[in-house]
């Protein structure tokens, strides 16, 4: 058979067959985006044939994401950690989907590399909300992660994962900052968590001024890398008011953690500890939640803070990242200096 009458068979197939069976027949052998476009005759009923999305299914525009956003989401629905709450009904619905695709035959490698191909949309404003608001909420909450023109830390590596926000419809961010918000989404994996916080105790009238916010950004170029953050000073530590067993190399490389994508500390904290609206001020005296001695401070990012004192949202233990014990002591003597 050859790749067009498969892709033929396959189409008229699906009329009347369950996916599974349907994506078991198109096993094929074509790599990459050929079998990838098969496999998205699956997808198109309820994302469409451009992947720009359907409003009266639920289902977002995916064409327009990164590919490694795309895999991450697809492994979450395939593992439970996404649609996984009852009143998600939206979710319920894409799990099954997820979980037809076939990891050893690559269907969803192939299936993300397929939509990574097609053209970004840009899906028009339809929601109310008072995008001037909105504007201040994005900046004091969202810019730190998706940037400050919404295109997400697109580095394609799986570093800070928040992903770019331009080809989504205006019905989906709020409905997906609501699910986060409620408990719906991003309760069980690492970055959905890291998600949670900034949106925690918002009333729905304030994501719509988010939503509408976001929706102005739209028509920007995309798929541009944004500038590099400009280069941290150099850190000048005095030896002496070190404690016992912290060095002045071990300030320097929690430096590097603190305020890049190994400890996405800054995300919260802001750059070099200001602190911000998620998460308190580490270059003052005053401390919330511990006594800020050396071995406090350790402590505090090896546990992390399920119930913050005056922020809004948790951190989590090591910040939700894969940092080792040296890391944590490196980055909490960086942090220690911060105030002496
Ligand atoms: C029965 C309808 C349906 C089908 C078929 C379907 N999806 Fe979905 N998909 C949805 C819905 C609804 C959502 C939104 C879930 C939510 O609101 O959290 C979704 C969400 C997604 C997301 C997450 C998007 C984001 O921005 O986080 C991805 C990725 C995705 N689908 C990929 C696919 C792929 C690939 C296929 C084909 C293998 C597919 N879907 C088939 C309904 C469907
Ligand atoms: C601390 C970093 C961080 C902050 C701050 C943050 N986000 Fe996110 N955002 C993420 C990550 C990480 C994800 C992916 C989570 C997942 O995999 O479920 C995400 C996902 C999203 C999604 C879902 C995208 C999709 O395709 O489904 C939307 C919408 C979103 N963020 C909007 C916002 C808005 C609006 C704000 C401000 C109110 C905000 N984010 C603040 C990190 C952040
Ligand atoms: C998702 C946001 C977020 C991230 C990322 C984050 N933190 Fe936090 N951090 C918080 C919150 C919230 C608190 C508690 C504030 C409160 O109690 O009101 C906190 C508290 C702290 C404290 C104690 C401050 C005090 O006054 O009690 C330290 C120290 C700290 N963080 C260090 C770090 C380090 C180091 C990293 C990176 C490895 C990090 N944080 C990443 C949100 C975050």
Redesign the pocket.
Known sequence: MTRFQTGQFCRSFRVSATLLVLTAACRGSEPGVVRGEMIFDACSPCHGDDGAGKQSLGA?AIAG?SDW?LS??LA?FRAGQ?GYHHTDAEGLRMRPMSRALIEDKGDVSSVVDYVVSLPIPDPPATAEGDAEAGEE??TA??S???GGDGRGVDTGVLE????S?LH?NDW??TS??QK?RDGA??VG?A??A??R???SG?SDERIEN??AY?MTMQRLPRKIAAPPAPPLPPLDVDPAILPEGVTVAMAQEGQEIFNGAVG?CF??HLREGGGGP?APDLTDDVWLNIDGEYESIVNIVMTGVPQPVEHPGQMQPRAGRPLTDEQVRAVSAYVFTLSR
């Open positions: 977002p994401a956003y991450a989401q979450k996404r909420e994005y909450l969202c730190n992660c998706h800070l994962n928040a992903p926000l989504l989906y961010i997906s900052l986060y989404r991003g994996d970055a959905g890291t998600m916080a900034p949106v918002m988010v939503t976001v996405i995300t919260c998620l």
